[in-house]
């Protein structure tokens, strides 16, 4: 929609990123803090949620409907795309 294109467009790269994908793939904050590059498949184009972060304690979710995997639109893999260029570790996204 055009109103979330525009937030997006004002955040800085790692806001534009999390809130972006929050956007397009409903995951939770808890999930978006915890995710790592090992959990985003680019080439099938799947995100897989392992592990969520409550109150600092990283744990895997908490129902077994938690663990999942997402589709990504093309949106999103350019959003994470940009992000793991400017990134400086490998392993978390953040």
């Known amino acids: 929609t055009t109103q979330a294109t525009q937030l997006l467009a004002a955040m800085p790269l790692l806001p534009r990123t999390m809130v972006g994908l929050?956007?397009?793939?409903?995951?939770?904050?808890?999930?978006?803090?915890?995710?790592?590059?090992?959990?985003?498949?680019?080439?099938?184009?799947?995100?897989?949620?392992?592990?969520?972060?409550?109150?600092?304690?990283?744990?895997?979710?908490?129902?077994?409907?938690g663990a999942r995997r997402i589709p990504l639109s093309d949106t999103a893999l350019t959003l994470i795309a940009a992000w793991k260029r400017t990134s400086k570790t490998s392993n978390q996204m953040h």
């Open 22 to 65: 929050a956007i397009l793939t409903g995951l939770r904050r808890g999930e978006l803090f915890a995710l790592r590059w090992t959990d985003i498949d680019e080439q099938a184009r799947l995100l897989t949620v392992r592990e969520a972060v409550y109150h600092g304690v990283f744990s895997t979710p908490k129902t077994e409907a």
